[in-house]
């Protein structure tokens, strides 16, 4: 992420010039909310073949074992960083029907949570999937109030990466 402009035309060089290089990110899949991007465009602009090579996504990971519907799903990435900024994403996302994935950081998980009740209802069902695929990794499920209410009182919870999935909103009837 901090070198990746600069060391893009350097790799994509090696590229051209018959080498292999692998784009791996520490925490997850590049590209889905980790750096490879500049570099991924840089490498299609040259006319290099690239190839995905499977690995660990925290999105399908949490997901898979959530406990809520994946057929169809919306990943958010992570939300906006200022409190009035991520209240109105998320407004604006209140009635995606499909399963919503989030990405949170540890100093910001209660009071996402305590946005995404108050915006989205108390009751909508929800899961935090903590620390994925480490030690302490850990899941939470409940409603949103209760997450919220957990987040504030539960110091682990408050730890470490966390992926939040929720539910979608009900479907509108629709007039025949």
Known sequence: EHNERARAAELVERLRSGQDVALISDAGTPLVSDPGYQLLQAALAAGVTVSPVPGPCAAIAALSVAGLPGDRFCFEGFLPQ??????????ELA???????LYEAPHRIAASLADLAAVLGAG????????????FES????SLGELAELAVGDANLRRGESVIIVAGAAAEPVDP
């Open 139 to 142: 899941f939470y499920r409940g």
């Open 95 to 101: 009635g995606e029907t499909r399963t919503l994935i």
């Open 124 to 135: 909508r069902h929800a899961c935090v999937a903590r620390e994925l695929t480490k030690q």
């Open 82 to 91: 200022r409190a009035a900024a991520r209240r109105r994403r998320i407004a």
